[in-house]
């Protein structure tokens, strides 16, 4: 109930806005003036993986745009956990009950870049697609830019799908697979293919990284073993005034409360579905650790994924735990490219590790790691949370990571250089959108090379396009 909530209650202002600017009110880009965006995404809670994503948003558009020529503001839900994050940009706090603050907000400036990668789904939470959705709507509403920036859309609930047809007609969307495409199309809203942003994330130094594996006991010359669990049982995540009225009064519904009046998934079969998929990546890693010598530790890119990790690191006799509550995402994805050997069922923890060529293997909840493991075509080492025969397969998996790893990382390396032209195409569609909604906003003249749509790049990405292009 509370989800239609919030739904109708962000229709509503979206109308409302449209009404005013109808009739006069508001303001509009002037040439002249700075062009000011908000970057809406799910920023504050380390997450690792929306973090890095939205730092190479801004560095990539400042850079096709000018910095001199824009201001940005990017939303935060805590400024502690994203402070020393998205450089020369300003954060603006989220507040969990997210309609009034959108209403107040989004006017402030000239257009909205919608961040989050599960942009319109209900996989996760209807409320954050509802965020989404509405973000781009009170923009689109006042004909400002209206941008969806490396998006996926899936299955949505009803009420969810009929709003994103309705209100993102006027928005343009640029989806990280074609897949999403089909879903928005169907919708009406108008898109084209791109990829997920932080492929040009350039980390903390690699010593950092191995100093903090020689931190927690690497020797320094044993392969390296993460595995990046979740809980894929407990979303979506659904708001619930029953729950928090029962929650503040009796303490009721601990365990899932996620924070605020929202709640986890839960009951019986999701926590059976848990322990099967918590007993098999132990018990295959723990009889992969017997056959091979390897040093195994366990990284959470989202705080919440410390519970997981936790519970597996436990089973394996006590194995180190590195959190994204303790490491930020420079500190992080350092980590995790000084591994050798990589298990992932996050998304971005594949994805940010790839750059190093670490092999690795994905347990997937939803169609991001099948895709890019599909694109990569290392379909032979991607894993459902799910499968009956989880530890079968995954142990598997890691024998074909020990034995293949040079084949992986040359599949790998192509996959990088190939989303890094993906990316730069972006760049392109980006500033071509805002031509047309603001003709006299000026842009960079002259002919540029596909690079020169792309942020500045280390010199190991150089060397990657060099080797691969």
């Not at 009739?23 to 000011?36: D, H, I």
């Not at 723990?286 to 056959?291: C, E, S, V």
Request: aromatic share 10%.
């Amino acid at each position: 109930m509370m989800d239609l909530m919030l739904e109708a209650w962000v229709s509503a202002i979206i109308e409302k806005t449209k009404l005013g600017w109808m009739l006069g009110s508001g303001k509009a880009w002037r040439p002249g003036e700075k062009l000011k965006l908000l970057f809406a995404g799910y920023n504050g809670t380390r997450n690792t993986g929306s973090d890095v994503r939205v730092e190479e948003m801004l560095r990539q558009l400042r850079h096709v745009l000018g910095a001199g020529r824009v201001e940005f503001s990017v939303m935060s839900q805590s400024f502690k956990r994203s402070q020393g994050y998205f450089d020369d940009t300003k954060q603006v706090f989220l507040p969990d009950i997210f309609p009034p603050f959108l209403s107040h907000e989004v006017p402030q400036h000239h257009g909205v870049v919608a961040c989050e990668g599960s942009m319109f789904k209900s996989k996760f939470a209807n409320a954050l697609t509802t965020m989404m959705i509405g973000s781009l709507g009170i923009a689109a509403a006042q004909n400002k830019l209206s941008v969806g920036y490396g998006a996926e859309a899936g299955h949505m609930d009803p009420l969810v799908r009929k709003m994103c047809g309705r209100y993102c007609r006027d928005s343009f969307v640029i989806t990280r697979n074609e897949e999403s495409r089909t879903v928005l199309r169907e919708l009406g809203v108008p898109t084209e293919l791109g990829t997920d942003t932080a492929w040009t994330f350039e980390p903390a130094p690699a010593e950092y990284g191995r100093k903090a594996l020689r931190d927690v006991g690497w020797d320094g010359e044993t392969p390296v073993l993460v595995v990046c669990p979740i809980n894929p049982f407990e979303w979506p995540v659904k708001a619930s005034i029953g729950k928090f009225a029962l929650h503040g009064l009796t303490g009721a519904y601990k365990k899932s409360h996620y924070r605020s009046v929202y709640f986890h998934n839960s009951g019986p079969a999701a926590d059976r579905a848990y322990e099967h998929y918590l007993s098999s990546i132990a018990n295959a890693v723990a009889a992969f650790r017997k056959q091979h010598n390897v040093f195994v530790i366990m990284v959470a890119t989202e705080r919440l994924d410390a519970r997981p990790a936790r519970k597996i690191a436990e089973r394996l006799g006590g194995v180190p735990v590195l959190s994204s509550d303790d490491y930020n995402m420079y500190e992080l994805v350092s980590i995790l490219r000084a591994c050798h050997m990589m298990v992932s069922s996050r998304y971005h923890g594949i994805v940010t590790s790839m750059p190093a060529l670490v092999p690795s293997a994905g347990i997937t909840m939803d169609e991001r790691i099948r895709n890019l493991m599909k694109e990569r075509g290392h379909e032979e080492l991607l894993m459902n949370v799910d499968d009956p025969d989880l530890e079968a397969k995954l142990f598997k998996s890691l024998e074909t990571l020990q034995r293949d790893g040079e084949r992986i990382a040359d599949g790998i390396g192509r996959t990088v250089v190939k989303n890094l032209k993906v990316m730069a195409r972006m760049g392109v569609h980006f500033e071509e959108e805002v031509q047309r909604r603001y003709p006299e906003f000026e842009t960079r003249k002259g002919e540029w090379s596909w690079e020169d749509y792309l942020p500045p790049m280390s010199s190991g990405l150089h060397q990657l396009i060099a080797q691969y292009n």
